[in-house]
């Protein structure tokens, strides 16, 4: 089913049913091997994993797709609806158990890629030892759904896509540094603290992209990320937008980056410049501190670290703080982890400060639709729980020709930015989507 949510139309036929059938499974293996292809069927596959467990899906129950401004509250309210009045059998009663939705939302609000809110039609699941299997339809009130108590066994492996060539996206690099400077020129000026530029690259494959070639290499390649795939988005972010489970809210902010040289000495030192580092500490602080404000506006006690400890990744280390609070309400009517997401969107860690001010600056210099990058993707089950992370590291696999792929990658600009150090780090935000495309 296929709803484009567009005025105050019911978002649903009013016989149609959500039901779900959630049941324990053996261990099946790695999730990400269990994903079928492309071609199995539409808008698979669907994937939120870190270090192994998490979340993936193929198949649609059900399809919403959103745009504008209120592309978060349409989002929510179709999600609500759907599994308001659903039948459900849960025998596991997990985070992530029940129904489930994958979404990813456009970070602009007049982005033309808007955003889905995807039911799966199977989701299997993997948490602290316990895996189970999810089988969703919608249809007739008597419809129900599929009680397989088996996992499927592991789908043929992805092809390699071939040969990769590459062009520059809406700026070349030489362009984009000027914009950079042009960003420093009017942050000195006082026009605004921070704001954060983002550039895209283009990629040509060889061969068809299959979506679970780079979501594989990407999880392998970076565990302590969340892989993720939706609707052709792809990739591994390091940042946790929001987490709500059982009243709990957890955030972790980067912002501050230092790219890796692989020389365990040398890149000692480099964190420790990374933390003393008054440009990146700025930079950090302007992030939490927007975080801190949109969550104590839903949560009775929030707690922010007094420092960021450094994240080490394999390509970058990023300054990070993790940010917690608890909901000030443990009803029907808390805000659910989407509602979370919209609240904190976007963050000043994807987007600048003052809000109004970098977002205005973004569209003049950056020549581009973002399209779903830095966006909120993740997933969100019946009581509103999940996880959401910003779709940071990434890339669109094109739909209508899925040899073509689109890169991105930005950077956060404050007054002390130096334009072809910003470059370079954008560079290495690239690098681990260059890298997953690659063939062996």
Same mark, same amino acid.
């Given at each position: 089913?296929?709803?484009?949510?567009?005025?105050?139309?019911?978002?649903?036929?009013?016989?149609?049913?959500?039901?779900?059938?959630?049941?324990?499974?053996?261990?099946?293996?790695?999730?990400?091997?269990?994903?079928?292809g492309?071609?199995?069927s539409p808008g698979a596959?669907?994937?939120?994993?870190?270090?192994g467990?998490g979340l993936?899906?193929?198949?649609?129950?059900?399809?919403?797709?959103?745009?504008?401004?209120d &592309?978060?509250?349409?989002?929510?309210?179709a999600?609500?609806?759907?599994?308001?009045? *659903? =039948?459900?059998q849960?025998?596991?009663?997990?985070?992530?158990?029940?129904?489930?939705?994958?979404?990813?939302?456009?970070f602009?609000d007049?982005?033309?890629?808007?955003?889905?809110?995807?039911?799966?039609?199977?989701?299997?699941?993997?948490?602290?030892?316990?895996?189970w299997l999810?089988?969703?339809?919608?249809?007739?009130?008597?419809? *129900?759904?599929g009680?397989?108590?088996?996992?499927p066994?592991?789908?043929?492996a992805?092809?390699c896509?071939?040969?990769i060539?590459?062009?520059?996206?809406?700026?070349?690099?030489?362009?984009?540094a000027?914009?950079?400077a042009?960003?420093?020129?009017?942050?000195?000026?006082?026009?605004?603290?921070?704001?954060?530029?983002?550039?895209?690259?283009?990629?040509?494959a060889?061969?068809?992209?299959?979506?679970?070639?780079?979501l594989?290499?990407?999880?392998d390649?970076?565990? *302590?990320?969340?892989?993720?795939?939706?609707d052709?988005?792809?990739g591994?972010t390091?940042?946790?937008?929001v987490?709500?489970?059982?009243?709990?809210?957890?955030?972790? =902010?980067?912002?501050?980056?230092?790219?890796?040289?692989?020389?365990?000495?040398?890149?000692a030192?480099?964190?420790?410049?990374?933390? &003393?580092?008054?440009?990146d500490?700025?930079?950090?602080s302007?992030?939490v501190?927007?975080?801190?404000?949109?969550?104590?506006?839903?949560?009775a006690?929030?707690?922010?670290p007094?420092a960021?400890?450094?994240?080490?990744?394999?390509?970058v280390?990023?300054?990070?703080s993790?940010i917690t609070?608890?909901?000030?309400?443990?009803d029907?009517?808390?805000?659910?982890?989407?509602?979370?997401?919209?609240?904190?969107h976007?963050?000043?860690?994807v987007?600048?400060t003052?809000?109004?001010?970098?977002?205005?600056?973004?569209?003049?210099?950056?020549?581009m639709d973002?399209?779903?990058?830095a966006?909120? =993707?993740?997933?969100?089950?019946?009581?509103?729980?999940?996880?959401?992370?910003?779709?940071?590291?990434?890339?669109?696999?094109?739909?209508?020709?899925? &040899?073509? =792929?689109?890169?991105?990658?930005?950077?956060?600009?404050v007054?002390?930015?130096v334009?072809l150090?910003?470059?370079a780090e954008?560079?290495a935000?690239?690098?681990?989507?260059?890298?997953?495309?690659?063939?062996?």
């Open positions: 089913m296929s709803t484009a949510l567009a005025g105050p139309q019911p978002r649903r036929p009013l016989d149609a049913v959500l039901h779900s059938t959630t049941v324990a499974v053996a261990d099946p293996g790695p999730l990400l091997a269990l994903l079928p492309d071609a199995a596959p669907m994937a939120w994993v870190r270090r467990e993936v899906g193929w198949g649609e129950a059900a399809r919403v797709e959103v745009s504008g401004p &592309r978060f509250a349409r989002a929510d309210a999600w609500r609806d759907l599994v308001t009045g *659903s =039948v459900v849960d025998a596991v009663r997990l985070p992530g158990t029940g129904p489930v939705a994958f979404t990813s939302l456009s602009a007049d982005s033309a890629a808007g955003g889905v809110l995807l039911v799966p039609a199977v989701v299997l699941g993997h948490r602290g030892g316990t895996w999810t089988t969703s339809t919608l249809g007739p009130g008597e419809t *129900s759904a009680t397989s108590t088996e996992a066994a592991p789908a043929e992805p092809a896509p071939g040969e060539t590459y062009a520059d996206g809406a700026l070349s690099g030489p362009r984009w000027g914009a950079v042009a960003a420093v020129r009017r942050i000195q000026a006082g026009e605004l603290d921070k704001v954060v530029l983002a550039r895209d690259l283009e990629a040509r060889e061969r068809p992209v299959d979506v679970r070639w780079l594989r290499r990407l999880a390649a970076y565990p *302590s990320c969340w892989s993720f795939a939706v052709g988005l792809v591994a390091p940042e946790l937008l987490r709500r489970e059982r009243g709990l809210v957890h955030s972790r =902010v980067l912002a501050g980056t230092i790219r890796r040289t692989g020389d365990d000495d040398r890149d030192a480099l964190a420790g410049r990374l933390s &003393r580092s008054g440009k500490l700025e930079e950090h302007y992030a501190a927007s975080v801190v404000s949109a969550l104590a506006a839903h949560c006690t929030t707690t922010a007094d960021p400890f450094v994240l080490h990744l394999p390509n280390m990023h300054l990070a993790d609070g608890v909901l000030a309400r443990a029907a009517g808390a805000p659910s982890v989407v509602a979370l997401a919209e609240a904190l976007p963050t000043a860690a987007c600048g003052p809000t109004p001010a970098a977002s205005a600056l973004i569209a003049e210099l950056e020549g973002r399209d779903r990058y966006g909120p =993707v993740g997933w969100v089950d019946a009581t509103g729980d999940g996880e959401i992370g910003l779709a940071l590291r990434c890339a669109r696999v094109d739909a209508a020709d899925p &040899r073509r =792929v689109r890169l991105f990658a930005g950077c956060g600009v007054a002390g930015s334009p150090a910003e470059l954008s560079d935000k690239l690098v681990p989507v260059r890298d997953a495309l690659a063939g062996d």
